[in-house]
């Protein structure tokens, strides 16, 4: 990527939570989602958690593609997932303009906004990796 990056997440705009894949969970993800929903940690996971040996990941609801997606918006916004908290500053977008392109067809913050020093969004890269060792 050149020096930066232009983004700004667009009012009422939900498309990033409607495509496919799973949102995935940090450790500390799932205290501060639970907290919010006045949850205890363990009922906040039996509910909405899928468990694999080393990674947890949001249930997917039969007829939605987040438990958490209503119509306007994300229901659990202050606390959400942190992938959900740095898109689109991901490793594997932020380190390929091919993939950020791609990306940016179906997010139309991608290309609007404030430019975003490369280092800034590299940085948020690094926390995803940080968060999700199994995952990078
Ligand atoms: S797709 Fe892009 S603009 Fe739309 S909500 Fe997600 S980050 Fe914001
Ligand atoms: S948790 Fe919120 S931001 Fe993340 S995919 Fe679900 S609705 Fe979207």
Redesign the pocket.
């Known amino acids: 990527m050149a020096e930066g990056v232009r983004f700004e997440c667009q009012p009422g705009c939900?498309e990033?939570?409607r495509q496919k894949g799973f949102?995935y969970l940090t450790d500390a993800d799932l205290p501060r989602m639970s907290a919010f929903l006045g949850m205890t940690p363990a009922a906040f996971q039996r509910r909405f958690v899928y468990r694999t040996r080393n990674r947890m990941r949001?249930r997917v609801p039969r007829d939605a593609?987040?438990s958490?997606?209503k119509n306007d918006g994300?229901?659990?916004?202050p606390a959400?997932?942190t992938q959900?908290r740095i898109f689109p500053f991901w490793p594997e977008l932020v380190e390929s303009r091919r993939e950020w392109q791609k990306t940016s067809r179906y997010c139309p913050g991608m290309g609007q906004g404030p430019l975003i020093q490369i280092e800034v969004a590299r940085q948020q890269a690094q926390e995803m990796r940080e968060g999700y060792p199994a995952l990078y």
Request: glycine fraction near 0%.
């Open positions: 939900t990033c939570c949102v949001l593609n987040c958490f997606l994300c229901s659990i916004h959400k997932p959900c």
